[in-house]
Protein backbone atom coordinates (compact mmCIF):
# COMPACT_ATOMS: atom_id res chain seq x y z
CA UNK A 1 0.00 0.00 0.00
CA UNK A 2 2.79 2.11 1.04
CA UNK A 3 4.43 1.90 -2.38
CA UNK A 4 1.06 2.78 -4.78
CA UNK A 5 0.79 5.96 -2.52
CA UNK A 6 4.94 6.86 -3.30
CA UNK A 7 3.98 5.72 -6.98
CA UNK A 8 1.05 7.91 -7.22
CA UNK A 9 2.40 11.11 -6.04
CA UNK A 10 5.93 10.40 -7.39
CA UNK A 11 4.12 10.40 -10.87
CA UNK A 12 1.61 13.38 -10.03
CA UNK A 13 3.85 16.14 -8.59
CA UNK A 14 7.59 14.66 -8.63
CA UNK A 15 8.49 13.13 -11.69
CA UNK A 16 5.41 14.71 -13.80
CA UNK A 17 5.19 13.39 -17.23
CA UNK A 18 4.91 17.05 -18.59
CA UNK A 19 7.27 19.20 -16.16
CA UNK A 20 10.07 16.86 -15.36
CA UNK A 21 10.42 14.30 -17.74
CA UNK A 22 8.96 16.77 -20.85
CA UNK A 23 6.97 13.97 -22.44
CA UNK A 24 3.62 14.97 -23.63
CA UNK A 25 4.84 18.51 -24.53
CA UNK A 26 2.94 19.04 -28.09
CA UNK A 27 -0.76 18.26 -26.93
CA UNK A 28 0.84 20.37 -23.72
CA UNK A 29 1.34 23.72 -25.49
CA UNK A 30 -1.19 22.89 -28.39
CA UNK A 31 -4.28 22.79 -26.70
CA UNK A 32 -3.01 25.20 -23.36
CA UNK A 33 -5.07 28.06 -25.15
CA UNK A 34 -8.08 27.72 -22.80
CA UNK A 35 -8.84 25.90 -19.68
CA UNK A 36 -11.68 24.62 -20.72
CA UNK A 37 -10.35 22.70 -23.86
CA UNK A 38 -7.26 21.97 -21.54
CA UNK A 39 -9.01 20.43 -18.71
CA UNK A 40 -10.92 17.54 -22.06
CA UNK A 41 -7.62 17.37 -23.13
CA UNK A 42 -6.22 16.53 -19.72
CA UNK A 43 -9.32 14.10 -19.22
CA UNK A 44 -8.38 12.64 -22.12
CA UNK A 45 -5.44 11.84 -21.74
CA UNK A 46 -5.47 10.50 -18.11
CA UNK A 47 -8.11 7.92 -19.41
CA UNK A 48 -5.98 6.69 -21.92
CA UNK A 49 -2.43 6.65 -20.11
CA UNK A 50 -4.80 4.40 -17.69
CA UNK A 51 -6.28 2.08 -19.83
CA UNK A 52 -2.69 2.33 -22.53
CA UNK A 53 -0.90 1.06 -19.03
CA UNK A 54 -3.43 -2.04 -18.28
CA UNK A 55 -3.47 -3.09 -21.73
CA UNK A 56 0.72 -2.56 -22.37
CA UNK A 57 1.33 -4.50 -19.23
CA UNK A 58 -0.87 -7.65 -20.32
CA UNK A 59 0.88 -7.90 -23.55
CA UNK A 60 4.07 -7.30 -22.29
CA UNK A 61 3.82 -10.44 -20.01
CA UNK A 62 2.02 -12.48 -21.80
CA UNK A 63 3.00 -12.51 -25.03
CA UNK A 64 6.52 -10.52 -24.87
CA UNK A 65 8.40 -11.88 -21.77
CA UNK A 66 7.62 -15.79 -22.14
CA UNK A 67 8.91 -15.58 -25.94
CA UNK A 68 11.82 -13.35 -24.33
CA UNK A 69 10.79 -10.80 -26.86
CA UNK A 70 11.28 -7.84 -24.74
CA UNK A 71 13.29 -5.84 -27.48
CA UNK A 72 9.71 -5.83 -29.41
CA UNK A 73 8.23 -4.02 -26.28
CA UNK A 74 8.24 -0.30 -28.02
CA UNK A 75 7.02 -1.64 -31.80
CA UNK A 76 4.31 -3.79 -29.90
CA UNK A 77 3.30 -0.55 -28.00
CA UNK A 78 2.84 1.37 -30.14
CA UNK A 79 0.58 -0.92 -32.33
CA UNK A 80 -1.23 -2.28 -29.09
CA UNK A 81 -2.17 1.56 -28.34
CA UNK A 82 -2.88 2.85 -31.29
CA UNK A 83 -5.63 0.40 -31.57
CA UNK A 84 -6.82 0.29 -28.41
CA UNK A 85 -7.34 4.34 -28.80
CA UNK A 86 -9.02 3.62 -32.51
CA UNK A 87 -11.48 1.18 -30.87
CA UNK A 88 -12.44 3.30 -27.90
CA UNK A 89 -13.14 5.97 -30.68
CA UNK A 90 -15.51 3.35 -32.55
CA UNK A 91 -17.30 1.99 -29.03
CA UNK A 92 -17.57 6.11 -27.64
CA UNK A 93 -19.43 7.32 -31.00
CA UNK A 94 -21.63 4.51 -31.00
CA UNK A 95 -22.33 4.25 -27.19
CA UNK A 96 -22.09 7.65 -26.05
CA UNK A 97 -22.28 10.42 -28.72
CA UNK A 98 -21.99 13.44 -26.39
CA UNK A 99 -18.80 11.98 -24.77
CA UNK A 100 -17.21 11.25 -28.12
CA UNK A 101 -17.93 15.07 -29.16
CA UNK A 102 -16.34 16.35 -25.77
CA UNK A 103 -13.45 14.09 -25.62
CA UNK A 104 -13.39 12.95 -29.86
CA UNK A 105 -11.37 15.01 -31.39
CA UNK A 106 -9.02 14.64 -28.19
CA UNK A 107 -8.39 11.00 -28.86
CA UNK A 108 -6.42 10.54 -32.16
CA UNK A 109 -3.81 13.36 -31.21
CA UNK A 110 -2.72 11.76 -28.37
CA UNK A 111 -2.67 7.84 -30.16
CA UNK A 112 1.30 7.60 -30.18
CA UNK A 113 1.87 10.61 -28.24
CA UNK A 114 5.01 9.97 -26.04
CA UNK A 115 3.54 10.67 -22.67
CA UNK A 116 1.43 7.81 -23.44
CA UNK A 117 3.80 5.40 -24.89
CA UNK A 118 6.17 6.22 -22.03
CA UNK A 119 4.37 5.34 -18.89
CA UNK A 120 3.82 2.19 -20.66
CA UNK A 121 8.04 1.73 -21.21
CA UNK A 122 8.33 3.28 -17.59
CA UNK A 123 6.28 0.82 -16.34
CA UNK A 124 7.91 -2.65 -17.71
CA UNK A 125 11.50 -0.88 -16.62
CA UNK A 126 10.22 -0.67 -13.23
CA UNK A 127 8.73 -3.64 -13.02
CA UNK A 128 5.48 -2.81 -11.50
CA UNK A 129 2.93 -5.04 -10.75
CA UNK A 130 -0.16 -4.85 -12.20
CA UNK A 131 -2.23 -2.43 -9.81
CA UNK A 132 1.29 -0.42 -9.40
CA UNK A 133 0.97 -0.15 -13.29
CA UNK A 134 -2.63 1.54 -13.04
CA UNK A 135 -1.96 3.73 -10.24
CA UNK A 136 1.33 4.65 -12.18
CA UNK A 137 -0.79 5.44 -15.66
CA UNK A 138 -3.27 6.85 -13.36
CA UNK A 139 -1.47 9.54 -11.87
CA UNK A 140 0.68 10.25 -14.43
CA UNK A 141 -2.77 11.14 -16.36
CA UNK A 142 -3.52 13.42 -13.50
CA UNK A 143 0.07 15.04 -13.10
CA UNK A 144 -0.74 15.62 -17.29
CA UNK A 145 -4.32 17.41 -16.35
CA UNK A 146 -2.67 19.21 -13.21
CA UNK A 147 -0.20 20.60 -15.35
CA UNK A 148 -2.32 21.64 -18.64
CA UNK A 149 -4.45 23.40 -16.15
CA UNK A 150 -1.83 25.39 -14.67
CA UNK A 151 -0.51 26.20 -18.15
CA UNK A 152 -4.02 27.44 -19.60
CA UNK A 153 -4.92 29.66 -16.79
CA UNK A 154 -1.30 31.53 -17.21
CA UNK A 155 -1.84 31.83 -20.77
CA UNK A 156 -5.08 33.28 -20.36
CA UNK A 157 -3.71 35.93 -18.45
CA UNK A 158 -0.99 36.42 -20.63
CA UNK A 159 -3.59 37.25 -22.74
CA UNK A 160 -4.16 40.56 -21.44
CA UNK A 161 -0.36 40.57 -20.84
CA UNK A 162 1.54 43.54 -22.74
CA UNK A 163 3.91 41.19 -24.26
CA UNK A 164 7.00 42.34 -27.06
CA UNK A 165 5.70 40.93 -30.75
CA UNK A 166 8.45 38.54 -31.13
CA UNK A 167 7.96 36.80 -28.20
CA UNK A 168 4.12 35.98 -28.26
CA UNK A 169 2.57 32.63 -28.97
CA UNK A 170 4.45 29.77 -28.50
CA UNK A 171 8.18 31.83 -27.07
CA UNK A 172 6.31 33.12 -23.89
CA UNK A 173 5.05 29.93 -23.83
CA UNK A 174 8.17 27.92 -23.13
CA UNK A 175 9.79 30.20 -20.89
CA UNK A 176 6.71 29.85 -18.66
CA UNK A 177 6.49 26.29 -19.07
CA UNK A 178 9.77 26.20 -17.99
CA UNK A 179 9.00 28.48 -14.90
CA UNK A 180 6.47 25.92 -14.23
CA UNK A 181 8.95 23.18 -14.18
CA UNK A 182 11.27 24.74 -12.30
CA UNK A 183 8.72 25.23 -9.45
CA UNK A 184 8.16 21.67 -9.83
CA UNK A 185 11.92 20.60 -9.44
CA UNK A 186 10.88 21.92 -5.57
CA UNK A 187 8.87 18.15 -5.18
CA UNK A 188 12.19 16.59 -6.07
CA UNK A 189 13.42 14.51 -3.31
CA UNK A 190 10.07 14.25 -1.55
CA UNK A 191 10.12 10.47 -0.75
CA UNK A 192 14.27 10.08 -0.33
CA UNK A 193 15.13 8.85 2.91
CA UNK B 1 19.56 -16.23 -24.85
CA UNK B 2 18.94 -19.92 -25.26
CA UNK B 3 17.30 -20.00 -28.85
CA UNK B 4 19.58 -19.46 -31.92
CA UNK B 5 19.06 -16.21 -33.57
CA UNK B 6 17.07 -17.65 -36.37
CA UNK B 7 14.26 -18.67 -34.15
CA UNK B 8 14.15 -15.30 -31.90
CA UNK B 9 13.59 -13.77 -35.69
CA UNK B 10 11.26 -16.27 -37.01
CA UNK B 11 9.34 -16.02 -33.37
CA UNK B 12 9.78 -11.96 -33.42
CA UNK B 13 8.32 -12.30 -36.86
CA UNK B 14 5.14 -14.36 -35.83
CA UNK B 15 4.37 -13.06 -32.01
CA UNK B 16 4.48 -8.75 -34.33
CA UNK B 17 2.56 -10.47 -37.25
CA UNK B 18 0.45 -12.05 -35.04
CA UNK B 19 0.02 -8.95 -32.16
CA UNK B 20 -0.63 -6.62 -35.63
CA UNK B 21 -2.87 -9.03 -37.25
CA UNK B 22 -4.94 -9.42 -33.79
CA UNK B 23 -5.25 -5.94 -33.79
CA UNK B 24 -6.47 -5.57 -37.37
CA UNK B 25 -9.46 -8.22 -36.97
CA UNK B 26 -10.55 -6.78 -33.53
CA UNK B 27 -10.69 -2.98 -35.32
CA UNK B 28 -12.37 -4.79 -38.49
CA UNK B 29 -15.14 -6.67 -36.42
CA UNK B 30 -15.54 -3.06 -34.00
CA UNK B 31 -15.93 -1.12 -37.21
CA UNK B 32 -18.79 -3.50 -38.24
CA UNK B 33 -20.41 -3.84 -34.73
CA UNK B 34 -20.17 0.08 -33.67
CA UNK B 35 -20.66 1.79 -37.21
CA UNK B 36 -22.87 5.00 -36.87
CA UNK B 37 -24.81 5.29 -39.65
CA UNK B 38 -23.84 9.01 -40.73
CA UNK B 39 -25.88 11.04 -43.12
CA UNK B 40 -23.91 11.52 -46.47
CA UNK B 41 -25.80 15.13 -46.70
CA UNK B 42 -24.12 16.59 -44.18
CA UNK B 43 -20.40 15.86 -45.19
CA UNK B 44 -21.83 17.59 -48.79
CA UNK B 45 -23.36 20.60 -46.85
CA UNK B 46 -20.30 21.41 -45.03
CA UNK B 47 -18.64 21.68 -48.49
CA UNK B 48 -21.46 23.80 -49.11
CA UNK B 49 -20.78 25.82 -46.29
CA UNK B 50 -17.82 28.58 -45.97
CA UNK B 51 -15.83 26.56 -43.16
CA UNK B 52 -15.03 29.98 -41.42
CA UNK B 53 -16.52 28.67 -38.25
CA UNK B 54 -17.58 32.14 -37.01
CA UNK B 55 -20.86 30.89 -35.28
CA UNK B 56 -22.57 33.37 -36.41
CA UNK B 57 -25.52 31.54 -37.44
CA UNK B 58 -25.62 29.60 -33.50
CA UNK B 59 -24.12 26.39 -33.76
CA UNK B 60 -20.39 25.83 -32.64
CA UNK B 61 -18.95 25.40 -36.42
CA UNK B 62 -19.82 25.02 -39.92
CA UNK B 63 -20.43 20.97 -39.12
CA UNK B 64 -22.30 21.46 -36.24
CA UNK B 65 -24.85 23.84 -38.44
CA UNK B 66 -25.07 21.35 -41.15
CA UNK B 67 -25.94 18.62 -39.02
CA UNK B 68 -28.92 20.94 -37.61
CA UNK B 69 -29.87 21.94 -41.16
CA UNK B 70 -30.23 18.60 -41.93
CA UNK B 71 -32.62 17.33 -38.36
CA UNK B 72 -34.40 20.64 -38.92
CA UNK B 73 -33.65 22.27 -36.19
CA UNK B 74 -31.91 25.81 -37.90
CA UNK B 75 -33.74 28.31 -40.46
CA UNK B 76 -31.74 27.43 -43.92
CA UNK B 77 -30.98 31.21 -43.85
CA UNK B 78 -29.20 31.18 -40.50
CA UNK B 79 -25.39 31.39 -42.22
CA UNK B 80 -25.24 34.98 -42.85
CA UNK B 81 -21.62 34.83 -44.48
CA UNK B 82 -22.89 32.76 -47.96
CA UNK B 83 -24.21 34.70 -50.48
CA UNK B 84 -28.16 34.76 -51.76
CA UNK B 85 -27.85 31.69 -54.56
CA UNK B 86 -25.36 30.14 -52.27
CA UNK B 87 -28.27 30.29 -49.41
CA UNK B 88 -30.63 29.44 -52.14
CA UNK B 89 -28.45 25.98 -53.10
CA UNK B 90 -28.45 25.11 -49.57
CA UNK B 91 -31.96 25.41 -48.93
CA UNK B 92 -32.90 23.33 -52.13
CA UNK B 93 -30.23 21.03 -51.00
CA UNK B 94 -32.26 19.94 -47.90
CA UNK B 95 -35.19 20.74 -49.65
CA UNK B 96 -36.88 23.40 -47.97
CA UNK B 97 -38.35 26.92 -49.00
CA UNK B 98 -35.45 29.51 -47.96
CA UNK B 99 -36.96 33.35 -46.91
CA UNK B 100 -34.09 34.69 -48.44
CA UNK B 101 -31.03 36.59 -46.79
CA UNK B 102 -30.14 40.20 -46.18
CA UNK B 103 -26.72 40.52 -46.64
CA UNK B 104 -25.28 43.47 -44.54
CA UNK B 105 -21.98 45.06 -44.23
CA UNK B 106 -20.41 46.65 -41.32
CA UNK B 107 -19.68 50.38 -41.58
CA UNK B 108 -17.94 52.94 -38.83
CA UNK B 109 -19.89 55.42 -37.46
CA UNK B 110 -16.99 57.54 -36.87
CA UNK B 111 -14.10 59.88 -38.52
CA UNK B 112 -11.91 61.17 -35.94
CA UNK B 113 -9.11 59.79 -36.49
CA UNK B 114 -5.79 60.92 -35.42
CA UNK B 115 -5.75 65.25 -36.09
CA UNK B 116 -9.28 65.21 -36.02
CA UNK B 117 -9.78 64.00 -32.45
CA UNK B 118 -7.20 64.84 -30.28
CA UNK B 119 -5.96 62.81 -27.37
CA UNK B 120 -7.55 63.56 -24.02
CA UNK B 121 -5.32 61.67 -21.67
CA UNK B 122 -2.13 59.78 -22.36
CA UNK B 123 -3.30 56.02 -21.83
CA UNK B 124 -0.82 53.10 -20.95
CA UNK B 125 -2.69 50.69 -19.86
CA UNK B 126 -3.99 46.92 -21.57
CA UNK B 127 -4.11 47.86 -25.06
CA UNK B 128 -7.67 47.07 -25.77
CA UNK B 129 -10.42 48.94 -26.63
CA UNK B 130 -12.90 47.19 -23.76
CA UNK B 131 -9.64 47.90 -20.96
CA UNK B 132 -9.60 51.78 -22.41
CA UNK B 133 -12.80 52.34 -22.47
CA UNK B 134 -13.40 51.20 -18.50
CA UNK B 135 -11.21 54.66 -17.72
CA UNK B 136 -14.01 57.57 -18.02
CA UNK B 137 -14.81 56.16 -21.32
CA UNK B 138 -11.54 56.12 -22.87
CA UNK B 139 -8.17 58.56 -23.77
CA UNK B 140 -10.31 60.49 -26.68
CA UNK B 141 -11.36 63.75 -26.34
CA UNK B 142 -14.75 62.45 -27.82
CA UNK B 143 -16.54 60.52 -25.59
CA UNK B 144 -18.45 58.74 -28.02
CA UNK B 145 -15.50 58.03 -30.46
CA UNK B 146 -13.77 55.35 -31.97
CA UNK B 147 -10.54 54.33 -29.34
CA UNK B 148 -8.63 52.26 -31.94
CA UNK B 149 -7.02 49.65 -30.05
CA UNK B 150 -8.26 47.07 -32.55
CA UNK B 151 -10.99 44.82 -30.21
CA UNK B 152 -12.91 43.97 -33.77
CA UNK B 153 -9.82 43.55 -35.71
CA UNK B 154 -9.33 40.60 -33.16
CA UNK B 155 -12.41 39.31 -33.33
CA UNK B 156 -13.21 39.16 -37.56
CA UNK B 157 -13.02 36.04 -38.86
CA UNK B 158 -12.44 36.87 -42.14
CA UNK B 159 -9.65 39.09 -41.59
CA UNK B 160 -11.61 42.05 -42.70
CA UNK B 161 -10.50 44.72 -40.53
CA UNK B 162 -7.75 46.72 -39.64
CA UNK B 163 -5.98 49.23 -37.88
CA UNK B 164 -5.51 52.38 -40.25
CA UNK B 165 -2.93 54.72 -40.43
CA UNK B 166 -5.03 57.43 -38.37
CA UNK B 167 -5.82 55.54 -35.43
CA UNK B 168 -9.10 54.76 -36.51
CA UNK B 169 -9.75 50.84 -37.82
CA UNK B 170 -10.92 50.31 -41.47
CA UNK B 171 -13.40 47.79 -42.71
CA UNK B 172 -12.65 46.32 -45.74
CA UNK B 173 -16.26 46.23 -47.36
CA UNK B 174 -15.01 43.35 -50.07
CA UNK B 175 -14.22 41.23 -47.40
CA UNK B 176 -16.75 41.81 -44.76
CA UNK B 177 -19.57 39.57 -44.44
CA UNK B 178 -21.95 41.12 -41.80
CA UNK B 179 -21.12 38.63 -39.26
CA UNK B 180 -21.64 40.86 -36.79
CA UNK B 181 -19.42 39.88 -34.38
CA UNK B 182 -17.06 42.89 -34.23
CA UNK B 183 -20.59 44.86 -33.69
CA UNK B 184 -20.74 42.84 -30.23
CA UNK B 185 -17.24 43.02 -29.53
CA UNK B 186 -17.08 47.41 -29.78
CA UNK B 187 -17.30 48.66 -26.22
CA UNK B 188 -18.36 51.86 -27.99
CA UNK B 189 -21.15 50.33 -30.19
CA UNK B 190 -19.03 52.04 -33.19
CA UNK B 191 -20.14 49.71 -35.85
CA UNK B 192 -23.02 49.04 -37.58
CA UNK B 193 -24.19 46.17 -39.83
CA UNK B 194 -25.82 48.48 -43.10
CA UNK B 195 -27.87 46.54 -45.55
CA UNK B 196 -26.32 46.16 -48.48
CA UNK B 197 -28.61 47.67 -50.41
CA UNK B 198 -27.98 51.12 -48.43
CA UNK B 199 -24.77 53.29 -49.06
CA UNK B 200 -25.53 56.31 -47.04
CA UNK B 201 -24.71 56.61 -43.25
CA UNK B 202 -23.85 58.62 -40.70
CA UNK B 203 -20.65 58.21 -39.30
CA UNK B 204 -20.64 59.99 -35.97
CA UNK B 205 -21.83 58.66 -33.40
CA UNK B 206 -22.26 61.91 -30.65
CA UNK B 207 -25.21 63.19 -29.16
CA UNK B 208 -23.25 66.50 -27.62
CA UNK B 209 -24.20 69.56 -28.73
CA UNK B 210 -23.21 71.29 -31.67
CA UNK B 211 -20.81 73.54 -29.46
CA UNK B 212 -19.19 70.55 -27.33
CA UNK B 213 -18.80 68.60 -30.73
CA UNK B 214 -16.83 71.11 -32.72
CA UNK B 215 -14.57 71.50 -30.11
CA UNK B 216 -12.86 67.99 -29.98
CA UNK B 217 -14.40 66.80 -33.56
CA UNK B 218 -14.25 68.61 -36.89
CA UNK B 219 -15.99 65.60 -38.67
CA UNK B 220 -19.05 65.46 -35.87
CA UNK B 221 -22.67 65.69 -36.11
CA UNK B 222 -23.38 69.02 -34.57
CA UNK B 223 -27.09 68.74 -35.46
CA UNK B 224 -27.39 71.59 -37.62
CA UNK B 225 -30.59 69.94 -39.44
CA UNK B 226 -29.01 71.04 -43.12
CA UNK B 227 -29.31 67.13 -43.91
CA UNK B 228 -33.37 67.08 -42.82
CA UNK B 229 -33.88 70.02 -44.90
CA UNK B 230 -31.48 68.58 -47.76
CA UNK B 231 -33.22 64.94 -47.92
CA UNK B 232 -36.05 64.93 -50.43
CA UNK B 233 -37.52 61.96 -48.81
CA UNK B 234 -37.52 62.78 -45.03
CA UNK B 235 -35.33 59.71 -44.63
CA UNK B 236 -33.25 61.40 -42.19
CA UNK B 237 -34.03 63.48 -39.11
CA UNK B 238 -32.09 64.60 -36.08
CA UNK B 239 -32.87 63.08 -32.41
CA UNK B 240 -31.02 64.12 -29.69
CA UNK B 241 -28.62 66.10 -31.43
CA UNK B 242 -27.37 63.29 -33.75
CA UNK B 243 -28.83 62.50 -37.43
CA UNK B 244 -30.47 59.28 -38.32
CA UNK B 245 -31.38 57.88 -41.58
CA UNK B 246 -33.92 55.60 -41.64
CA UNK B 247 -33.02 52.98 -44.06
CA UNK B 248 -36.05 51.92 -45.53
CA UNK B 249 -36.97 55.28 -47.01
CA UNK B 250 -33.04 56.12 -47.70
CA UNK B 251 -32.73 56.54 -51.81
CA UNK B 252 -28.94 56.82 -51.34
CA UNK B 253 -29.22 60.14 -53.39
CA UNK B 254 -26.11 61.43 -51.31
CA UNK B 255 -27.83 64.86 -51.26
CA UNK B 256 -27.50 64.51 -47.00
CA UNK B 257 -23.83 64.39 -47.61
CA UNK B 258 -23.44 67.53 -49.83
CA UNK B 259 -25.38 69.71 -47.26
CA UNK B 260 -23.79 68.52 -44.01
CA UNK B 261 -21.18 70.94 -42.86
CA UNK B 262 -19.17 68.63 -41.03
CA UNK B 263 -19.07 66.00 -43.61
CA UNK B 264 -20.42 64.01 -41.03
CA UNK B 265 -22.32 61.73 -43.21
CA UNK B 266 -20.74 58.28 -44.94
CA UNK B 267 -20.93 56.72 -47.78
CA UNK B 268 -20.12 53.16 -48.36
CA UNK B 269 -19.26 52.18 -52.12
Redesign the interface.
Same mark, same amino acid.
Given at each position: MEKIIVIFFSVVLINNFVLSRFLGLCPFLGVSRESGAALSMGLAVTFVMTMASIVTWF?YYF??VP?? $?EF $?QT??FI $??IA *?FV??VE??M?? *?S?ALQEALGIYLPLITTNCAVLGVSLLNVREGYSLIETTVNGFGGGLGFTVAILLMANIRERLE?C?IPECMKGFPISFIVTSMLAFSFFGFQGFFSK | MGMGSDSVILISIIVLGGIGLLCGILLMVASKFFSVAIDERVGELITMLPGANCGVCGFAGCAQYAKNLISGQSPANSCKVVDQEKSMAIAAFIGVKNEGIVKEVAVLRCQGGDGVVPRSADYTGLKTCRAAALFFGGDKACSYGCLGYGDCVKVCPFQAISRGENGLVVINAAKCVGCGLCVKECPKEMLLLLPSTSEVYVACLSKDRGKKVTQVCKKGCIACRKCEKACPVQAIVVEDNLAKIDFLKCTNCGLCGEACPTESIGRRY
Open positions: FFLYQ $L $LIV $LV *TQFMVAK *TPFD | -
